[in-house]
């Protein structure tokens, strides 16, 4: 995510999607979203897979990612 967010910010100044931008117009719905996601999508997600990790074998945690791409 970090490689694509690098790519993509010189991109949206090529394409002038900045001119319009303003932090002031995100409504805070949209923020409280954000930090949803930050907080769930990452930090607990991520926890819950390193701790797997200690308790189950690293084969079978591994099939996460196959489940997850059926």
Not at 24 to 32: A, P
Request: hydrophobic share 55%; glycine share 6%.
């Amino acid at each position: 995510m970090i490689a694509a967010g690098i790519v993509y910010v010189p991109v949206t100044f090529m394409h002038g999607e900045y001119n319009n931008f303003s932090l002031n117009s995100i409504h805070l719905d949209g923020w409280m979203a954000l930090l949803y996601l930050i907080i769930f999508g990452s930090i607990a997600a991520f926890s819950a897979y390193v701790w797997l990790l200690q308790v189950r074998p690293a084969t079978q945690v591994s099939t996460y990612a196959y489940v997850n791409r059926l």
